[in-house]
């Protein structure tokens, strides 16, 4: 799944891997959960996550490589937030090739550039549980508070404003020459219009992909 911050991979993503029973790998995810646990990937990555700056190539890659030789990709598995460069793509693509694997599908999600500042800056996460909210979108029915474990809601570190703007001439710059890669490759790439509300972005994904 590629496109911008805020375009709603993670939670169609989410959506879409439990329907299928596949794992979804979100390298955000990944690098986040290194930081939590103070790891040398976990200190490297967060001078770049905090800027908003992409982590370099070489770490994500090993990360990823890593992740899809664990014995629970070996069904499948979707992407969530990588590959975010050409460099990235060219990676998984030889590591793919050298296994006899490729992608069956490439989902770009599309949306407005208003959209995705206002939907980054209404995002909470929870400390307890990880589960994700929106308060313009997604609220929790129990306001200040986690519906699920009660937990206590907090906005992401590199979802602010200053960092979020980063993100975006970052994705202007690194992420969407990727798509004329993509277009022009033999994977199926596809896009989705990512605005509405959830039930009906997952509607339309559903009609451009499904368990295969
Ligand atoms: P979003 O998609 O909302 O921007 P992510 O959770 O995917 O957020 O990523 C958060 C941060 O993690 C990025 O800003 C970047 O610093 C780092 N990161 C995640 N995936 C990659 C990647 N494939 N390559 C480089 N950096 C990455
Ligand atoms: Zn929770």
């Known amino acids: 799944m590629l496109g911008p911050p805020g375009a709603g991979k993670g939670t169609h993503g989410d959506r879409l891997a439990e329907r ?115 308060v313009h979108l997604d609220p929790s029915a129990a306001g200040e508070l986690c519906e699920r474990c009660g937990g206590r809601l907090e906005t992401r570190e590199d979802d602010k404003a200053e960092t979020v703007r980063n993100r975006l001439r970052v994705y202007r710059d690194s992420t969407e020459p990727l798509l004329q890669w993509y277009a022009t490759s033999s994977t199926s790439f596809r896009e989705l219009k990512a605005v509405g509300s959830v039930d009906e972005v997952y509607n339309g994904l559903l009609t451009l992909v499904d368990c295969l």
Not at 33 to 40: H, L, S
Not at 41 to 58: C, F, H, I, N, S
Not at 88 to 102: F, I, K, N, P
Not at 105 to 120: G, K, M, Q, T
């Open 20 to 134: 299928c029973g596949i794992p979804k790998y979100a390298t955000g995810d990944i690098l986040r959960e290194a930081v939590r646990n103070d790891t040398p990937l976990g200190r490297e990555a967060k001078q770049y996550m905090d800027k908003g700056e992409l982590v370099p190539d070489d770490v994500v890659l090993g990360l990823v490589r890593d992740v899809l030789s664990s014995p629970s990709a070996k069904d499948g598995f979707i992407l969530d937030g990588f590959p975010r460069t050409v460099a990235q793509a060219e990676g998984l693509h030889a590591w793919l090739a050298d296994r006899g694997m490729s992608l069956d599908v490439v989902i770009y999600f599309d949306a407005p550039e208003e959209e995705l500042i206002r939907r980054v800056a209404g995002r909470r996460v929870c400390v307890g549980c990880g589960m994700i909210y929106n």
